[in-house]
């Protein structure tokens, strides 16, 4: 999976990651890593969303999956991946997605360094586990 990220990265794809525990890419190599942002986000909840956006020539394709990107899992494991159709469901993924990549609260750069400084963003303070519980809410308020 490494190995395909570098290839998309050095083919100009831009690549944002949220990575829940170990990223094992070569973030200061780059060759390998130029288009890739990668960031951890650990707060309270044991939450990690596996969900997966693609712009593939100019079409938006958006998949959920039960697979975390480990060996032990797309090896020795039946993992399922399944494409979501639903307009609706397509946008909720993508608020998720930016919801929590503007975390400024408890989010980390995986960085060159590897010193996985907080993210020090401007603007107002955002913590995304209570951004999304706030999301939700309003969503099923909506009906």
């Avoid at 998949?63 to 032990?72: E, K, P």
């Avoid at 995986?110 to 963003?121: G, I, M, V």
Wanted: contains cysteine.
């Amino acid at each position: 999976m490494i190995e395909k990220l570098y290839e998309a990265s050095a083919a100009g794809v831009q690549i944002r990651m949220i990575i829940r525990g170990i990223n094992c890419m070569q973030m200061d190599h780059p060759e390998l890593s130029k288009n890739i942002q990668a960031i951890s986000i650990v707060d309270r909840f044991l939450e990690h969303t596996r969900s997966f956006y693609f712009h593939n020539n100019g079409e938006s394709e958006y998949y959920i999956s039960s697979a975390d990107w480990m060996t032990r899992n797309l090896d020795r494991r039946v993992e399922v991946t399944a494409r979501i159709y639903d307009l609706k469901i397509q946008r909720q993924l993508r608020d998720h997605f930016e919801i929590l990549w503007k975390d400024n609260t408890k989010s980390r750069w995986f960085n060159a360094e590897q010193t996985n400084d907080y993210r020090k963003l401007s603007g107002p303070r955002i913590r995304s586990q209570v951004e999304l519980h706030n999301y939700v809410i309003k969503q099923l308020k909506k009906g």
